[in-house]
Protein backbone atom coordinates (compact mmCIF):
# COMPACT_ATOMS: atom_id res chain seq x y z
CA UNK A 1 0.00 0.00 0.00
CA UNK A 2 1.46 3.67 -0.83
CA UNK A 3 1.24 6.02 2.16
CA UNK A 4 -0.74 9.34 1.11
CA UNK A 5 0.61 12.59 2.10
CA UNK A 6 -1.40 15.46 3.90
CA UNK A 7 -2.16 18.43 2.48
CA UNK A 8 -3.37 21.63 4.61
CA UNK A 9 -6.32 23.62 3.60
CA UNK A 10 -5.80 27.01 5.73
CA UNK A 11 -9.82 27.80 7.04
CA UNK A 12 -9.46 31.12 6.09
CA UNK A 13 -9.65 31.67 2.06
CA UNK A 14 -7.62 27.97 1.02
CA UNK A 15 -8.90 26.88 -1.53
CA UNK A 16 -6.70 23.43 -2.52
CA UNK A 17 -5.76 23.33 -5.76
CA UNK A 18 -6.94 18.93 -6.11
CA UNK A 19 -5.55 18.46 -9.48
CA UNK A 20 -2.46 19.73 -8.09
CA UNK A 21 -1.79 17.38 -4.89
CA UNK A 22 -3.53 14.53 -6.05
CA UNK A 23 -2.00 11.34 -7.13
CA UNK A 24 -2.97 7.89 -9.08
CA UNK A 25 -4.90 5.45 -6.99
CA UNK A 26 -2.57 2.28 -5.97
CA UNK A 27 -3.56 -0.44 -7.33
CA UNK A 28 -2.95 -2.62 -4.22
CA UNK A 29 -4.54 0.53 -1.97
CA UNK A 30 -3.32 3.55 -0.36
CA UNK A 31 -3.28 4.11 3.37
CA UNK A 32 -3.80 7.32 4.70
CA UNK A 33 -3.28 9.42 7.92
CA UNK A 34 -6.46 9.82 10.23
CA UNK A 35 -7.39 12.81 12.81
CA UNK A 36 -9.74 15.68 12.87
CA UNK A 37 -10.79 17.36 10.34
CA UNK A 38 -8.94 14.90 7.49
CA UNK A 39 -10.86 13.69 4.33
CA UNK A 40 -10.28 11.52 1.77
CA UNK A 41 -10.83 13.60 -1.73
CA UNK A 42 -11.25 10.35 -4.48
CA UNK A 43 -11.69 12.03 -8.14
CA UNK A 44 -13.15 9.33 -10.53
CA UNK A 45 -12.21 10.79 -13.88
CA UNK A 46 -13.54 7.72 -15.19
CA UNK A 47 -16.61 7.23 -17.38
CA UNK A 48 -18.09 4.05 -14.77
CA UNK A 49 -18.50 3.97 -10.85
CA UNK A 50 -15.87 3.20 -8.71
CA UNK A 51 -16.00 1.56 -5.49
CA UNK A 52 -13.59 3.01 -2.51
CA UNK A 53 -13.67 0.68 0.67
CA UNK A 54 -12.31 2.35 4.03
CA UNK A 55 -11.28 -0.36 6.34
CA UNK A 56 -12.19 -0.20 10.08
CA UNK A 57 -9.95 -2.37 11.67
CA UNK A 58 -11.74 -1.77 15.29
CA UNK A 59 -14.45 -3.80 17.31
CA UNK A 60 -17.39 -3.01 19.79
CA UNK A 61 -17.74 -5.54 22.33
CA UNK A 62 -15.83 -8.11 20.15
CA UNK A 63 -17.84 -7.69 17.04
CA UNK A 64 -16.34 -6.31 13.68
CA UNK A 65 -17.39 -2.49 12.77
CA UNK A 66 -18.41 -3.35 9.11
CA UNK A 67 -15.92 -1.31 6.49
CA UNK A 68 -17.09 1.67 5.05
CA UNK A 69 -17.65 1.26 1.14
CA UNK A 70 -18.29 4.78 -0.83
CA UNK A 71 -19.62 4.34 -4.18
CA UNK A 72 -17.89 7.58 -6.59
CA UNK A 73 -20.18 8.19 -9.67
CA UNK A 74 -18.36 8.56 -13.02
CA UNK A 75 -16.85 12.23 -13.09
CA UNK A 76 -17.56 12.63 -9.75
CA UNK A 77 -15.74 13.79 -6.53
CA UNK A 78 -16.34 12.47 -3.15
CA UNK A 79 -14.98 14.23 0.28
CA UNK A 80 -14.62 10.86 2.78
CA UNK A 81 -13.87 11.89 6.35
CA UNK A 82 -11.29 10.32 7.94
CA UNK A 83 -11.63 10.49 12.28
CA UNK A 84 -9.48 8.02 14.01
CA UNK A 85 -12.61 6.17 15.13
CA UNK A 86 -13.17 3.99 13.66
CA UNK A 87 -10.52 3.65 10.88
CA UNK A 88 -7.38 4.44 12.54
CA UNK A 89 -4.82 1.40 12.54
CA UNK A 90 -2.24 1.37 14.99
CA UNK A 91 0.30 2.60 12.80
CA UNK A 92 -3.03 5.98 12.52
CA UNK A 93 -3.73 5.76 9.60
CA UNK A 94 -6.36 4.51 7.61
CA UNK A 95 -6.39 1.40 4.55
CA UNK A 96 -8.15 2.23 1.52
CA UNK A 97 -8.59 0.16 -1.43
CA UNK A 98 -10.50 0.46 -4.47
CA UNK A 99 -12.71 -1.56 -7.18
CA UNK A 100 -10.77 -0.35 -9.87
CA UNK A 101 -7.37 2.20 -10.19
CA UNK A 102 -8.31 4.00 -13.91
CA UNK A 103 -8.42 7.20 -13.88
CA UNK A 104 -9.02 7.57 -10.03
CA UNK A 105 -6.60 9.94 -8.16
CA UNK A 106 -6.89 10.58 -4.55
CA UNK A 107 -5.49 13.24 -1.83
CA UNK A 108 -5.94 13.78 2.18
CA UNK A 109 -6.92 17.13 3.04
CA UNK A 110 -6.97 18.98 6.37
CA UNK A 111 -9.31 21.53 6.96
CA UNK A 112 -7.71 24.11 9.28
CA UNK A 113 -4.12 22.51 8.92
CA UNK A 114 -0.76 24.67 9.08
Known amino acids: MAALNLTAVPVDGGVPDLA ?5 AAALGDTAPCGPGRFLAVINGGGVSRTVTVATPGTVD ?52 Q
Open 20 to 24: AVAVA
Open 62 to 113: GLAIEDLAVTVAAGDTALIPLPRVPFAGTNGRAAVTYDAVTSVTVAVLELGG
